[in-house]
């Protein structure tokens, strides 16, 4: 029997309802967490939850990849997940391995943005500089891409200059390449790392690998030319979720939504 474990990835008690028998809660950065909520922590077993000020939900994708012992992985959010129509309606253990038997991979509906994705940062820097990662991280992981990892430069280019974009750090796919993926990806990053002092960085900007996970898995997955199932991504928190999976489809109603959310 295929075992599919959909780990939702969250910081604090939530009351969404899931499927249990497929979906399981993982509370990341729980090493500076009091309570567990009956939840799966990240600091047991082999994790670097300690590191979560930083690397953010990679924390749980870490622990997913070291003890899951799952066929088919994936990760969601307490506040995002994957539906099948605007029902929202969850993705079902079925449906999830019948994908995968025609896909590699499954993904959040593909944003398109009204610039490039570098560009996209240099103007989120311009309106709020205290948060993620800041211009020249970008530019050391750029270095770095190209000096150590020079199989994926032109790639990464590509996708760095692209308006288009796979986010949220989330995804589905089997086990196997689930860990040739976050290999790799932590691979980048710990190189990334031991060249950044985040010491001098405010805590809304330590989030620095989180944020470059999510520019590196649309690297990873258009090097390696995965077929891709996408999915709408249903957002529990929005008054309007149809906003934003419209939004994400078409950039002239971005800024919309966002206004609507905070109606």
């Not at 309606?89 to 590699?104: A, F, P, V």
């Not at 086990?175 to 805590?203: C, G, H, M, P, Q």
């Not at 690998?209 to 999915?231: A, C, D, P, R, T």
Request: glycine letters at 4%.
């Amino acid at each position: 029997m295929v075992k599919v474990e959909i780990y939702i990835l969250t910081h604090k008690k939530f009351n969404e309802e899931y499927d249990p028998s497929i979906y399981k809660p993982l509370l990341v950065g729980s090493e500076k967490i009091n309570g567990d909520y009956g939840y799966i922590k990240d600091n047991t077993g082999d994790n670097i939850s300690n590191l979560n000020p930083y690397f953010a939900e990679l924390t749980g994708e870490y622990w997913a990849w070291k003890n899951s012992k799952a066929d088919i992985v994936g990760f969601c959010h307490y506040r995002r997940w994957f539906v099948k129509n605007l029902k929202y309606e969850k993705l079902t253990k079925t449906e999830i391995i019948n994908d995968l038997n025609n896909y590699d991979i499954i993904l959040p509906q593909k944003s398109i943005l009204n610039r490039t994705i570098y560009n996209t940062v240099k103007n989120r820097l311009k309106i709020t500089p205290d948060y993620g990662p800041k211009l020249e991280d970008y530019d050391k992981l750029t270095e770095v891409i190209k000096e150590k990892f020079p199989e994926y430069y032109e790639v990464f280019i590509d996708v760095m200059h692209g308006k288009e974009a796979y986010e949220n750090n989330m995804f589905i796919c089997n086990k196997k390449l689930s860990d040739r993926y976050l290999e790799w990806v932590f691979e980048v990053l710990n190189t990334v790392s031991s060249e950044i002092d985040l010491n001098t960085y405010a805590e809304s900007n330590k989030r620095v690998f989180g944020f470059m996970s999510e520019l590196l898995l649309n690297v990873y997955v258009k090097k390696h030319e995965l077929k891709i199932k996408e999915h709408y991504l249903y957002i529990n928190e929005r008054k309007f979720p149809i906003g934003h999976i419209i939004g994400r489809r078409f950039p002239i109603f971005r800024n919309l939504e966002n206004r609507l959310a905070n109606l």
